[in-house]
């Protein structure tokens, strides 16, 4: 159950913060959390529950901010466009790790994936954002997509038989920014190619 977490506290993770990224690191977790236990708990249920979570995480002050956070989670929860990320069986928050070819050298790499759903033919990968997302006809930043083909590249093994796709989904637009597949490999390709000082060092 959501209100059984243990990341919950009385006390508001963005009281007393020193710094502007501290508060955004704090606010990207929180709504990491929400989205990973969300999903799995009855349609009808969800708002009374993310209601009771972020009263107790984000008490007093901070009710402008956790209305705020509330509305962000269930548009994206509740819009149809998002269907194919949490109405398909999947996992929350699964750690991947393997060798891959980096920069010329074979490299272990490891990662957490925010949500991965199956399907009978393919494998869907999603990463969370909580910062802007990019305007309409920009492409996702070079960073999102190299960090996606590295978890596709992981995961291929383990599903020969299916397709792996890639997508972000900004959770402050919100929007949903499906990685076409040549995108996704012209990525890896730099980051196999990578040297000290290239265009994929921000990886």
Do not use: C, N
């Amino acid at each position: 159950m959501l209100e059984d977490s243990a990341e919950v506290t009385t006390r508001s993770p963005f009281a007393d913060q020193p710094a502007h990224s501290g508060l955004a690191l704090a606010r990207g977790s929180l709504i990491h959390r929400l989205l990973q236990v969300l999903p799995s708990i009855a349609a009808d249920e969800r708002q009374a529950a993310l209601r009771r979570y972020l009263a107790r995480a984000l008490p007093g002050p901070d009710r402008t901010e956790a209305g705020l956070i509330e509305a962000q989670i269930l548009a994206v929860i509740g819009d149809p466009r998002f269907s194919p990320v949490f109405d398909a069986p999947g996992e929350a928050e699964v750690s991947v790790m393997g060798t891959l070819r980096i920069g010329g050298e074979d490299r272990a790499v490891s990662g957490r994936i925010d949500r991965i759903a199956v399907s009978d033919d393919r494998v869907l990968i999603i990463d969370y954002k909580t910062g802007l997302a990019p305007a309409p006809g920009e492409p996702a930043p070079q960073g999102h997509v190299a960090q996606l083909a590295i978890y596709r590249a992981l995961l291929a093994p383990l599903y020969p038989d299916r397709r792996i796709d890639a997508a972000l989904v900004y959770v402050s637009a919100p929007r949903l920014v499906e990685i076409e597949a040549a995108t996704l490999d012209a990525a890896m390709a730099r980051l196999q190619g990578w040297q000290p000082g290239g265009s994929a060092k921000q990886v």
